[in-house]
């Protein structure tokens, strides 16, 4: 049995509702993640997307969850309020079915880290109308369970897209984060 430590666990409620398609969030991610920090922005490039269907006034924003090696078989379609959500609308996975959450130059999937080092997410402080709320927990967890989950995820990204772009990608999210 591994030593116990504990751990805060951040989740970002999300409510749709609240949500106008504004984009700030996407903006401001990117430009946190941007090499140097805040030197550009790009929505494709962030951690947190907001799905959009303007006519049928949705939007849902959906920050990167982990990274799916394979398309799921099975998927829901959802109606709620009366509006129709597509597919993979609520999705938070970097998957081989759609653009989002990859890093448009090297296709790597990109995943939200709470804006590390931040005392908020920082979509959360642009956010001005409180779709995105930040809730903190704390939890018990074993070290060894953490030491495995971080190499079973290493492992299939090198699987799928080879040791050299993944230690890239690393040097460059370790830049990134010095900028
Ligand atoms: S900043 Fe808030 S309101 Fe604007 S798109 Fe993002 S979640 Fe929606
Ligand atoms: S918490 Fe930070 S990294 Fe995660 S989606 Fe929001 S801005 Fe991006």
């Known amino acids: 049995m591994g030593e116990k430590k504990k751990k805060i666990i951040k989740t970002i409620k999300i409510d749709v509702d609240n949500c106008n398609g504004c984009r700030a969030c996407e903006v401001i991610c990117s430009a946190f993640h941007a090499a140097p920090k805040y030197s550009s922005n790009n929505p494709a490039r962030a951690r ?3 799905i959009r269907q303007p006519l049928a006034d949705i939007y849902v924003p959906v920050y990167a969850g982990d990274y799916a090696p394979a398309e799921c078989a099975g998927r829901e379609k959802y109606t709620i309020d009366g509006k129709e959500y597509d597919e993979c609308a609520f999705c938070k996975a970097s998957c081989p079915s759609r653009d989002e959450f990859k890093e448009p130059d090297s296709d790597l999937p990109l995943k939200c880290d709470m804006c590390e080092g931040e005392d908020e997410p920082l979509c959360v ?5 409180d779709a995105l709320i930040l809730e903190e927990r704390e939890e018990e967890v074993e070290e060894e369970e953490e030491q495995e ?4 995820g290493l492992e299939a990204l090198a699987k799928k897209y080879g040791m ?7 040097a460059r999210m370790s830049m990134s984060k010095k900028g």
């Open 48 to 50: 947190i997307r907001v």
């Open 125 to 129: 402080k642009w956010c001005l109308n």
């Open 149 to 152: 989950e971080l190499d079973i």
């Open 164 to 170: 050299q772009k993944v230690m890239d990608s690393i």
